[in-house]
């Protein structure tokens, strides 16, 4: 059974601060994936990483980093939080030949006051 | 405009009845088409997924896709109280670099 884990469920951070929302999966997959929630919007990609060290800018990657130093773990940073990053945040994992199926982990909800 | 449309809903319908939720996309270079769940408070699962155009079932579940009208369908049969949850179309060209996600429908099955 495929795990995909989040560091945390909820967050609360205050506007400068810088972020750190850490995933990691434990099927050995090529592919990692960080999205946002928002209601209305559905989900957003804001950056994606196919092998390790290597990353992708998703749609919307303004404000954001990341980091892939194994491959089991994929990093999202918030370099200085702002309320607008106020959103669900969603890590996913995919094996590179069955790309049609994303795993996802549980969320972490964030708050930046 | 979007890549993929999708209703919001949400919709509310009772137990036992035929749910059918759509998405309609703009770019014709999609050709996986995937359906997911997303129970509250958990991370989406995938339900379904179809290559191309065509209908797929399995149980309860049917998955059809238009690739001429740029739609796609999702049916519950005999919907479930258990059924109750967000649904998310998703898609990607054949490279699969990228999902393209519907903002997803809210369906409530009342007992």
């Known amino acids: 059974d495929v795990k995909v884990t989040q560091s945390s469920r909820y967050l609360v951070k205050r506007t400068g601060e810088k972020v750190f929302l850490e995933c990691v999966q434990d099927?050995?997959?090529?592919?990692m994936f960080w999205y946002r929630q928002d209601p209305g919007l559905g989900l957003r990609l804001i950056y994606f990483?196919?092998?390790?060290?290597?990353?992708e800018k998703g749609d919307i990657p303004e404000g954001y980093s990341v980091s892939r130093e194994k491959k089991e773990r994929f990093s999202l940073i918030l370099e200085s939080a702002s309320t607008n990053q106020t959103s669900m945040y969603l890590c996913a994992s995919s094996l590179e030949v069955v790309a049609y199926e994303q795993y996802f982990g549980p969320g972490t909800r964030l708050t930046v006051t | 405009q979007k890549e993929v449309e999708q209703d919001p809903g949400p919709l509310s319908v009772p137990e036992g009845a035929i749910v059918s939720l759509n998405c309609t996309y703009s770019?014709?270079?999609?050709?996986?088409f995937m359906w997911y769940r997303q129970y509250s408070r958990k991370g989406p699962e995938l339900l379904m997924y179809t290559y191309s155009s065509g209908n797929k079932e399995d149980g309860r579940f049917t998955a059809q896709v238009d690739k001429s009208s740029k739609y796609i369908s999702l049916f519950i049969r005999d919907s479930q109280p258990s059924d109750s949850a967000t649904y998310l179309c998703a898609m990607s060209p054949y490279n699969f670099n990228k999902f393209y996600f519907g903002s997803g429908t809210k369906l409530n099955v009342k007992p």
């Open positions: 770019n014709s270079a999609f050709q996986y």
């Open positions: 099927m050995d997959h090529e592919n």
């Open positions: 990483s196919y092998d390790v060290k290597m990353k």
